[in-house]
């Protein structure tokens, strides 16, 4: 369990004051995500659904298991070759990633706020505790009983930034 630690800021561009501070840095010493070669982490920059993915699979532990996974997907966006074809075929066989209905992942698409609780909800095992009500209403209401979205500023359909991504 991690709580209240406290870090050096790691990057030029998160200040030690940012709201996602703290969970940069801590996914970073978890191996989830890394900065950029000039020393920033670019807090306000994109995540694709790839990387989503990866970020999730990794966060299980997997991330072995995903090289060994890499290949053919099945999603026909997805090349076999991709960087990312393990962690997609691991969240896929985990259930955590269904694509969309057809038979596209979007790799390079920008990972939605929705999109990101819905597979860390799935990636935590609560799928069936979702009930009727489904998606995206019924992962965002779990997601805020098991305090995931606590003072997390995300909006559905908005993509969820690099600092956003951290905090969840």
């Avoid at 940069?24 to 191996?31: E, R």
């Avoid at 996974?69 to 966006?77: E, I, K, Y």
């Avoid at 076999?80 to 985990?94: E, P, V």
Wanted: hydrophobic fraction near 45%; proline fraction near 3%; charged fraction near 15%.
């Amino acid at each position: 369990m991690i709580s209240s630690v406290a870090f050096a800021a790691a990057f030029s561009d998160v200040a030690d004051d940012a709201a996602y501070a703290e969970a940069v840095n801590v996914g970073v010493a978890l191996n989830l995500f890394k900065g950029y070669e000039d020393g920033t982490f670019k807090p306000e920059g994109d995540i694709t659904r790839a990387e989503f993915a990866a970020i999730v699979v990794r966060a299980l532990g997997q991330d072995a298991q995903a090289a060994g996974a890499a290949g053919a997907t099945a999603f026909t966006d997805v090349a076999a070759d991709h960087w990312a074809s393990g962690y997609i075929n691991i969240a896929t066989r985990l259930g955590i990633i269904n694509g969309y209905g057809d038979g596209t992942f979007g790799p390079e698409d920008k990972v939605l706020y929705e999109q990101t609780i819905k597979m860390v909800v799935v990636a935590l095992g609560y799928e069936p505790a979702i009930g009727t009500a489904g998606y995206p209403v019924g992962y965002l209401t779990k997601a805020g009983e098991l305090g995931i979205t606590s003072n997390v500023k995300g909006a559905n359909g908005v993509p969820a930034n690099r600092g956003l991504v951290a905090q969840i």
